[in-house]
């Protein structure tokens, strides 16, 4: 069976840099897979991506080299549970503001004893080249669950949030974090509110023992971000760097309206 070298690499306290897919189409998938990141995450939240593209998604991803990630459209049992058994080695749970969502993530997305996770399907073992035993016995030690805190509430819940067993990472959502804060919605700010926030959740997810994680807008960005210590990150998404590229193109000759490029 196949290592999730992502989770090794989180693990051993190193930052793994990937980014987000939002559109719904597998070819996109595959040729973002040769670009060099680690990870990337298909996403089903925001994004009008079925199940079925997801899945074909995961196998051209994991093709290509990088680990296959999902971040689901809400905590459910029903949402991990099935991108789980369709092929991603991890998931990326949205809006988790207390222990009690917490614990719901890791118990749908890990098998007994640890879990709640239900047997059955194919392409998950598919998925880490081996057969359905052997998946069944080392999953729980393979599948990356990574938490979202991206609301104020999960900022003052972050100590019993994050200290519940089984959680390998959690992601700051710049852009709700800052709305929830009654702000512009932003990947990043200079907003004292906001940079104390992080400041206490970086604190604490390391008391834990937990890799932090933060949705950054480019390179650059991404940089400083693993300088401060932070270490699953995600730049942009495929659409925000295909926009912004043509829009610095149409820019650069004089072309459109001037128009701001989508960013994420």
């Known amino acids: 069976m196949k290592t999730n070298h992502v989770r090794a690499k989180l693990k051993r306290g190193e930052p793994s840099v ?56 809400w905590n459910t049992g029903e949402n991990i549970k099935r991108v789980l058994d369709t092929g991603a080695w991890g998931i990326v749970v949205p809006m ?4 009690a969502e917490a614990e719901a993530a890791v118990a749908a997305a890990r098998y007994a004893p640890r879990g709640q996770r239900t047997i059955g399907g194919q392409l998950h073992a598919a998925s880490f080249h081996t057969d359905a035993a052997t998946y069944y016995q080392r999953a729980n030690d393979e599948i990356l669950v990574v938490i979202m805190i991206e609301h104020v509430k999960a900022v003052e819940a972050a100590d019993a949030i994050l200290s519940v067993s089984g959680i390998d990472a959690f992601f700051i959502g710049p852009n709700d974090l800052h709305h929830s804060m009654g702000k512009k919605p932003a990947f990043d700010s200079d907003d004292q509110e906001y940079c104390d926030a992080l400041k206490h959740v970086f604190a604490v997810g390391r008391k834990h023992g937990l890799a932090s994680g933060i949705h950054v807008l480019d ?32 820019d650069f000759l004089g ?3 001037g128009r701001a490029a989508v960013k994420y």
Do not use: C
Request: hydrophobic fraction near 50%; charge should be negative.
């Open 18 to 73: 990937g980014t987000w897919l939002t559109l719904p189409d597998p070819i996109a998938a595959r040729l973002m897979a040769q670009a060099g990141f680690d990870w990337l995450t298909v996403e089903l939240e925001h994004a009008p991506v079925n199940l079925e593209t997801a899945a074909i998604s995961f196998a051209v991803i994991e093709a290509g080299g990088a680990v296959p990630l999902a971040r689901v459209p």
């Open 96 to 99: 988790v503001n207390s222990r």
């Open 219 to 250: 390179a650059a960005a991404a940089q400083r971000r693993i300088a401060e210590g932070y270490q699953f990150i995600a730049i942009a998404s495929e659409t925000g760097m295909m926009l912004s590229k043509a829009r610095e193109t149409a």
């Open 255 to 257: 072309l459109g309206s």
